[in-house]
């Protein structure tokens, strides 16, 4: 291997690297007995972060506009437990919250399909500790929605 070769693995990431080494890894999902694309299909990256941010913008908004009257150094914190009610309320009753019904994503629970409160309530936890969704499988998983026993997937 040349030096191009170990520059062009290392930043294509590790998944590529280990399909050019021959390892078929299959599509995200496909161990979960989802489809590869369409309905039902784990959601990217880009819509899943796009929904965050609608999400956590309307937490701001009303935290702001609501409950601190405009005073800004309280207003993220009390963002942060709006978002956290939200995330409880809306995902565990009806398995979305505005900003992912905006890009057309739901939260399921695995086996079931139905997330309950309880998972709703862990899911939501590990959400605002901010590090869980960063670590994700091989499946596009964060750590938050493994725990949980839970997927995010296309409408």
């Given at each position: 291997?040349?030096?191009r070769q170990?520059?062009?693995?290392?930043?294509?990431?590790?998944r590529?690297?280990?399909?050019?080494?021959?390892?078929?890894?299959?599509?995200r999902g496909?161990?979960?007995?989802?489809?590869?694309?369409?309905p039902?299909?784990?959601a990217?990256?880009?819509?899943?972060?796009?929904?965050?941010?609608?999400?956590?913008?309307?937490?701001v908004?009303?935290?702001?506009g609501?409950i601190?009257?405009?005073y800004?150094?309280?207003?993220?914190?009390w963002?942060?437990?709006?978002?956290f009610?939200?995330?409880?309320?809306?995902?565990?009753?009806i398995?979305?919250?505005?900003?992912?019904?905006l890009?057309g994503?739901?939260?399921?629970?695995?086996?079931t399909?139905?997330?309950?409160?309880l998972?709703?309530?862990?899911?939501?936890?590990l959400?605002?500790?901010?590090i869980?969704?960063?670590?994700?499988?091989?499946d596009?998983?964060?750590?938050?929605?493994?725990?949980a026993?839970?997927?995010?997937v296309?409408?």
């Amino acid at each position: 291997m040349d030096n191009r070769q170990a520059i062009g693995s290392w930043l294509s990431g590790p998944r590529a690297a280990m399909e050019e080494a021959g390892a078929d890894l299959g599509y995200r999902g496909e161990q979960l007995g989802l489809p590869e694309q369409g309905p039902g299909s784990i959601a990217r990256p880009g819509r899943r972060l796009g929904a965050l941010a609608v999400d956590w913008g309307l937490c701001v908004l009303i935290a702001y506009g609501l409950i601190t009257h405009g005073y800004e150094p309280a207003t993220s914190n009390w963002a942060l437990l709006v978002f956290f009610a939200l995330g409880i309320l809306t995902v565990g009753t009806i398995g979305f919250t505005p900003g992912k019904r905006l890009f057309g994503l739901r939260v399921v629970a695995l086996g079931t399909g139905r997330v309950s409160p309880l998972r709703a309530v862990l899911r939501t936890l590990l959400l605002c500790l901010a590090i869980p969704p960063l670590v994700w499988d091989r499946d596009g998983r964060g750590l938050h929605d493994r725990m949980a026993g839970t997927v995010e997937v296309r409408t």
